[in-house]
């Protein structure tokens, strides 16, 4: 009987039979993914705080409390960025994103905090808004980009213009001649506010397509609210 320890069963290739080396695989330096980016906001008090997150081939939505939907970037058609100011949010632009299916879903760069009281995301949202694009033309090359508002808005709202002018020269010649009163006043002070709103409205909101890889300035929101000039 043999005093030799056993040892462990080992496998030996026949000798017509080469030995095979099996190399790990090593990850492709030129595959470099992007992280995901979230952006969040509330649109009114009506709604729950609704997250985007982005991915290199898909973009999330999530209401708070809600199970998240996942879009395919092969999925959207369309998107749609607008400048789109009310009473209290001065520098609101929003996003609409446009699927196959008919759903739209809408980012915009402010977010509800209290009545009449909105918080200005146009930092956060340009990077979010920069960024989708990026993602969604390197995985979709079918999608049609569009800005401003429709043909006949965009017609409306020079006609809106225009009559607020002659509204402007009508108070200014009741001013210079003496025949006025503080409704006139009135009248007159809104007219000096809201016709620079609409010059800029006008300014921004021209409808035209735009390309994905060089986003035009005026479809993102100022950074810097005291700032109005583009």
């Known amino acids: 009987m043999s005093n030799t320890p056993p040892t462990s069963p080992t496998h030996t290739a026949p000798l017509s039979e080469p030995v095979q080396t099996i190399t790990p695989a090593q990850p492709d330096s030129t595959s470099a993914t992007s992280e995901p980016l979230t952006y969040t906001y509330r649109q009114s008090i009506l709604t729950k705080p609704w997250t985007f997150t982005l991915t290199n ?14 879009v395919a970037y092969s999925q959207i058609k369309q998107v749609k960025p607008k400048f789109d100011p009310t009473r209290v949010q001065r520098n609101r632009h929003v996003f ?11 980012i915009a760069s402010m977010t509800y905090k209290g009545i009449n009281d909105f918080e200005d995301q146009a930092e956060q949202y340009t990077l979010f808004i920069k960024a989708f694009h990026e993602r969604l033309a390197n995985a979709n090359t079918t999608v049609t980009y569009r800005k401003g508002i429709s043909g006949l808005g965009y017609v409306a709202s020079v006609g809106m213009l225009v009559f607020l002018f002659l509204l402007l020269i009508v108070a200014i010649g009741f001013m210079v001649t003496g025949t006025f ?20 409205y006008l300014k921004k909101n021209k409808p035209s ?19 109005w000039g583009d």
């Open 96 to 106: 609409d994103v446009h699927l196959n299916n008919g759903r739209t879903y809408k």
């Open 209 to 227: 397509t735009y390309d994905p890889h060089n986003l035009p300035q005026d479809m993102l929101p100022m950074v810097d609210n005291f700032k």
């Open 57 to 70: 081939d898909a973009m999330s939505f999530q209401e708070e409390g809600r199970p998240a939907v996942l």
């Open 181 to 200: 009163n503080m409704i006139i006043l009135a009248k007159f002070v809104l007219l000096l506010f809201f016709i620079p709103t609409l010059i800029r």
